[in-house]
């Protein structure tokens, strides 16, 4: 089984680039100073599913420089949002797929991956709930951008003005639209090969690993070819890049093969004096009707999820610093569920008709086992 290699986490890497850049941040990862810089995100890629695999991923396998932590929850929106502002969940806000925010008063669920309301394909809560003000804390990249440093992304072109980049990078930069790998390595060998002085940072992403993964499974067939695929151009990549550049690859999270399926909705007693349930099907924030509710909603869904999930109270999980070191501000905590429950083993905790496309899913991730949580650092040169 990997381990995390050096206590550091996903949340490490952009304070180390800044500090490589010569802002007074600190360095955890070491990184030595380069003109350029760029962090290639590759959606899903598990440091222990790597290991398994470093036949189909050689080139990837053999650069593992470290293992990092994701953070809790290991979910996209959540790390993406870490990664970009070098710090945890507890920091951010960004608590999960989907969470609980104000309206009224009950709360209203927000995917925050699509910015959506109510569900994954709701209406558009960027009106309603503006990505700035929700996630108000300031970014490594405007960081970057305020020393001088020129920024890039080389991003599928609609995630650019999304919610969540918007909430999560903050800063404008110059798009370089990538949906192919073809275009994610045309994209980043534009941003590197300049004859300039001026430094640039690129933050690159490809999402079809965690794709296949979701919809195949993680080691499936099609998961495995979208693997050999990327390895092959990032061995391209190694090649080709400049010596003036660095590039450092991650992911956000790894994956499961789900093999126990628990339907919250068929279980009346998972919705007595509960107002939303929110998260995904490793991980679940459940919203109460009234405060005075919280032990007997907690004593029946640790019954009724007993050897398949843990539930703890949102004072438990402070209290164990789940969300990350520091405790949140008092608008961050009400963000975060009375209870969590969070999927043991291969178990998914899914809702069929309000969440048909996420229950549907093979692969799935979020919570804290090192399959979903250790993903790896890789530094060329």
Not at 13 to 32: C, D, E, K, W, Y
Not at 105 to 125: E, K, Y
Not at 126 to 138: F, G, I, L, M
Not at 208 to 229: F, I
Request: glycine residues 8%; aromatic residues 6%; proline residues 8%.
């Amino acid at each position: 089984m990997v381990s995390a290699s050096s206590g550091a986490t996903l949340a490490d890497i952009l304070p180390s680039v800044a500090a490589s850049f010569g802002l007074h941040q600190r360095n955890p990862l070491g990184l030595t100073p380069n003109r350029d810089v760029v962090v290639l995100l590759i959606d899903g890629l598990g440091a222990e599913l790597l290991a398994r695999h470093r036949d189909s991923a050689p080139t990837l396998a053999a650069h593992v420089t470290t293992t990092l932590t994701a953070g809790f929850p290991a979910t996209t929106a959540t790390s993406l949002t870490s990664l970009a502002l070098g710090a945890p969940c507890a920091t951010h806000g960004i608590v999960g797929y989907t969470f609980g925010v104000p309206d009224g008063d009950s709360p209203r669920l927000l995917n925050s991956l699509r910015w959506t309301l109510d569900s994954a394909t709701g209406p558009d809560a960027r009106d309603t709930y503006p990505p700035e003000s929700v996630q108000t804390q300031p970014s490594r990249l405007e960081d970057l951008a305020a020393h001088g440093i020129d920024v890039h992304y080389v991003i599928p072109g609609y995630q650019y003005t999304s919610g969540l980049t918007r909430a999560a990078f903050r800063a404008p930069g110059t798009l370089h639209a990538a949906t192919t790998l073809d275009e994610l390595r045309a994209g980043i060998l534009a941003v590197t090969q300049h004859s300039g002085i001026k430094s640039r940072f690129a933050y690159a992403y490809y999402p079809n690993l965690d794709a296949n993964g979701h919809l195949y499974g993680p080691e499936s067939p099609q998961w495995l070819e979208a693997l050999r695929e990327i390895d092959a151009v990032v061995a391209d990549l190694f090649a080709e890049l400049p010596a003036t550049c660095t590039l450092l690859i991650t992911g956000d999270h790894g994956m499961i093969h789900a093999d126990t399926v628990i339907d919250l909705d068929a279980a009346p007693a998972l919705h007595r004096n509960v107002a939303l349930i929110a998260g995904e099907a490793r991980v679940r924030h459940v919203y109460l009707d009234h405060p005075d509710a919280l032990a007997d909603v907690h004593a029946a869904w640790s019954a009724e999820l007993s050897g398949h999930a843990t539930v703890v109270t949102r004072a438990q999980a402070l209290d164990e610093h789940w969300f990350g070191p520091t405790p949140p501000n008092p608008v961050i905590t009400r963000r975060i569920g009375d209870l969590i429950a969070v999927a043991e083993g291969n178990a998914v905790l899914v809702r069929p008709a309000l969440e048909p496309l996420e229950s549907a899913l093979i692969g799935h991730h979020g919570a804290r086992t090192p399959a979903e949580q250790l993903i790896p650092l890789i530094v060329n040169p």
